[in-house]
């Protein structure tokens, strides 16, 4: 019997490389993921959602820092993604810098533009409670 011997290849393209760093963040390995979006964005730098997925990554791997400037780069490519802002002020509000925090809130209602209106009130609610704390 003749044995085949398996050879796993891998798509090292942006796309690929996303899926694969998707699939990392699936199981928990943020910095495989930070790795794979990193490689990803060096073939394709002007992918906003390139940038929030290793956000995300990196917000969940308590990399805020890191996190906060990913979401920024994603804003200066496409500044009308107003799930970013709500994701970027969720961090500040981490980092305790309540008054960033509150204006990503109201740069996301702004860039919702009547379409988050379910979200409206808990996002107001939100600032208001906000403005309370500090």
Known sequence: MRHVLSLTTYDDSAAG???????RF????Y???ITLY????????DDAM?????????????DWRGAIADYSHALQIEPTLAFVYYERADVRKKMFDLRLAIADYE???????GL????????????RDLRNEG
């Open 31 to 33: 910095e495989r993921a």
């Open 107 to 113: 740069e996301f209602l702004r860039a919702c533009n």
């Open 50 to 62: 390139c940038y929030v997925f290793r956000a995300r990554a990196r917000r969940f791997n308590s």
């Open 17 to 23: 490389l996303v899926k694969r760093g998707h699939a």
């Open 26 to 29: 699936k199981e928990y390995d």
């Open 116 to 127: 988050c209106e379910e979200e409206r009130a808990e996002v107001e609610q939100i600032i």
């Open 38 to 45: 990193t490689h990803a964005l060096a073939i394709t730098p």
